[in-house]
């Protein structure tokens, strides 16, 4: 599957940006779909993951509350809804999908990644 992330750019603290990741070459639907993040000099960290059901898993310590992961099977689109956003979310945001029905919050569960979109919130 090839997955296409988009909807990144500059926001003002405070702000929200809703990012998209579309998937080609086999449905969505037979995946879980996740979005991590990496800051400049950071390592990779996870943001939020949902199942074909609509089970969801977000990182509580930085987003819960701000962020939400939502799907669109029939779009084959996962979308990362971001509202008050701080100047420390400022990341490249990937999108990726792992096989099966079981989300996860580590990266080396995932099969497939985007190529990213960075999110630049201004303080």
């Known amino acids: 599957v090839q997955l296409q992330a988009s909807g990144g750019g500059l926001v003002q603290a405070g702000g929200s940006r809703r990012l998209s990741c579309a998937a080609s070459?086999?449905?969505?639907?037979?995946?879980?779909g996740g979005w991590f993040r990496q800051a400049p000099g950071k390592e990779r960290e996870f943001v939020a993951a949902i199942t074909w059901s609509g089970g969801t898993m977000t990182n509580a310590d930085s987003v819960k509350g701000r962020f939400t992961i939502s799907r669109d099977n029939a779009k084959n689109t996962v979308y990362l809804q971001m509202n008050l956003l701080k100047p420390e979310d400022t990341a490249v945001y990937y999108c990726?999908?792992?096989?099966?029905?079981?989300?996860?919050?580590?990266?080396?569960?995932?099969?497939?990644w985007g190529q990213g979109t960075l999110v630049t919130v201004s303080s």
């Open positions: 070459g086999r449905t969505f639907a037979d995946y879980v």
């Open positions: 990726a999908a792992r096989r099966g029905t079981s989300y996860s919050d580590h990266a080396y569960d995932y099969d497939y």
